[in-house]
């Protein structure tokens, strides 16, 4: 899959996780966007820092609202109330809808990995829309300075302590906080003249190989479009409403022709046509 | 803070309207005699989204009552969430069908209420439905507006006899709505049966079946449609296929490589 056709696949997907509150529709986004990682990981990217982040989070979700909400019809248990708001009845509606958010967070992940997981950082903000170009650069660039102020701020902190140095009162703390400073300010000064060696912001840039838009691309990036768009219009002319489980707890409606643009966005995920290399 | 707003509107909402008479609302029920029991009597005036009204005469015999107590001596259906300064109430007569954990957000319609004195026009109220007190001859009005607000139902004084009781049977209500949870608005007035004198101190004014004695929030039987008793609808059948396929797929390709080595 190329990395334009990603990119338009993970924007539409999560458009559809967002424009809706019904558990059905988030979970066939999330299952098509497993089955998209699986087929198309490199084999030395690893899926389960991606799962455990997704599973603390949903889990996260769950705990919050059942300690949280204490409406609904049908009561599980009762916490005792020693903490102001987090006693109180613990129902199986706070339960569903904590179901309900978390697989919101885990579909949003799931909808964007693709980005982070299947193409290097340069590949994506090659792609960006020219007018974002350079913004994505200097994101890009910012984004990636942080590891290394962490990074600069273990090896001073590691110096200085085998200098002696102990933390003693907040003055103490100046004796790390400088070098790391002055390391960070080197590492800009670096990053941009290295930018500027590499013609950054002279205008066009050639590439060694120019992503282009295959049909299989062109199909992908117009199914997840129009997946989008249809669940934006049911939105907007209200046949897709929000789904809430209080006060007594439903099944959420289904309308299969909802399932149906869901679907739009399976075409990466699919065997067929060997969209590792054409898309 | 949007929240909080949106409780205090629930209150603050404005409108005056019309005089206490029978109200000619398009849509509203027109008042029959309720004969509540009790020395004293308040009306319930709920205004659904579609525009059909639902009145209620409320009897009771201390000074005054809350308007929790109005809610729940009429017996309509009607849901609410506790916040540390009070109940937000969520849902009226099943409208909304349902609502997210805190009643409702900042963008989604909710139900204000409103409050008369004696006769006099509709005013908003400083206090939650749960603080609000009504006394003999008040009113307690709600009505379902968007999140933009909206205007006060009709007023509707619902214990005033403006009608002989003109059935000896009991009086039926109306069926349950369809899958938007709102109730049609009743096309002529019902008949203001005369409840039997060991009848409950209620009496709403449209209420077309035995009118359940008052039973705190329990109302008539919630709309069909949609419950985990339903039945699965053909939209999750293929959710369920769909769904199945997926993980089947998604297995199938998490497996079948070690199935190679």
């Avoid at chain 1, 090896?155 to 004796?175: K, T």
């Avoid at chain 2, 729940?72 to 609410?80: A, F, R, Y």
């Avoid at chain 2, 349950?176 to 949870?181: R, V, Y």
């Amino acid at each position: 899959m190329r990395p334009r056709a990603a990119l338009a696949w993970s924007a539409s997907a999560l458009v559809v996780v967002l424009a809706t509150g019904n558990p059905v529709y988030r979970v066939l986004v999330a299952l098509i966007a497993l089955n998209l990682l699986v087929r198309h990981r490199p084999a030395d990217r690893r899926l389960r820092p991606l799962l455990l982040a997704g599973g603390i989070a949903g889990f996260s979700a769950v705990i919050l609202n059942l300690a949280l909400s204490h409406s609904g019809g049908h009561l599980l248990a009762t916490l005792p109330q020693p903490v102001p708001g987090i006693g109180g009845a613990v129902t199986l509606e706070s339960l569903a809808y904590g179901l309900v958010a978390g697989s919101g967070l885990v579909a949003a992940l799931l909808a964007v990995a693709p980005i982070s997981l299947l193409y290097e950082p340069a590949d994506v903000v090659a792609e960006l829309p020219r007018p974002l170009e350079r913004t994505g650069v200097a994101a890009a660039a910012s984004l990636n300075l942080v590891p290394a102020l962490a990074r600069a701020y273990t090896s001073v902190r590691e110096a200085q302590v085998m200098r002696g140095w102990r933390p003693r009162g907040p003055r103490s703390w100046a004796d790390l906080l400088v070098p790391v400073a002055l390391t960070a300010v080197e590492d800009s000064v670096q990053l941009a003249e290295a930018m500027e060696a590499r013609a950054f912001g002279a205008g066009t840039r050639s590439r060694l190989r120019p992503d282009r838009w295959t049909p299989a691309a062109v199909l992908i990036a117009v199914a997840a479009v129009v997946a989008a768009a249809v669940f934006l219009g049911a939105r907007f002319f209200g046949l897709e409403a929000d789904w809430y489980p209080y006060p007594e707890l439903t099944l959420p409606p289904v309308t299969p022709a909802l399932i149906v643009a869901s679907l739009l966005l399976a075409f990466p995920a699919l065997p067929w046509p060997s969209p590792r290399s054409t898309a | 803070m949007i929240r909080a707003a949106r409780l205090a509107a629930l209150g603050i909402a404005a409108a005056a309207a019309g005089g206490l008479a029978l109200a000619a609302s398009g849509g509203a029920a027109r008042p029959v005699c309720a004969q509540a029991a009790g020395a004293h009597h308040a009306s319930l005036v709920v205004e659904h989204s579609s525009g059909a009204v639902l009145t209620f005469c409320v009897g009771f015999d201390t000074a005054t009552i809350t308007g929790e107590q109005v809610m729940d001596l009429s017996g309509v259906e009607w849901q609410s969430v506790q916040y540390s300064f009070g109940k937000a109430v969520c849902q009226i007569d099943y409208e909304p069908r349902t609502y997210p954990p805190g009643c409702f957000t900042s963008s989604s319609p909710y139900w204000a209420m409103f409050v008369s004195r004696q006769g006099h026009g509709w005013g908003t109220s400083n206090l939650g439905v749960s603080a609000q007190t009504f006394a003999d001859g008040d009113a307690l009005g709600w009505h379902f507006v968007p999140s933009t607000g909206g205007a006060a139902p009709p007023l509707i004084n619902a214990c005033q006899a403006v009608a002989p009781p003109a059935a000896t049977t009991p009086p039926s209500r109306p069926a349950p709505p369809a899958a938007t949870g709102v109730p049609p608005a009743p096309e002529s007035p019902a008949p203001a049966a005369t409840p039997p004198e060991e009848s409950p101190t209620i009496s709403p004014t449209i209420s077309p079946t035995p009118i359940p004695p008052a039973s705190g929030r329990a109302g008539r039987p919630p709309p069909a449609g949609g419950g985990a008793g339903a039945g699965l609808s053909p939209g999750w059948v293929v959710a369920a296929l769909t769904i199945g396929a997926l993980a089947g797929w998604l297995l199938l390709q998490a497996v079948a490589p070690h199935i190679r080595r």
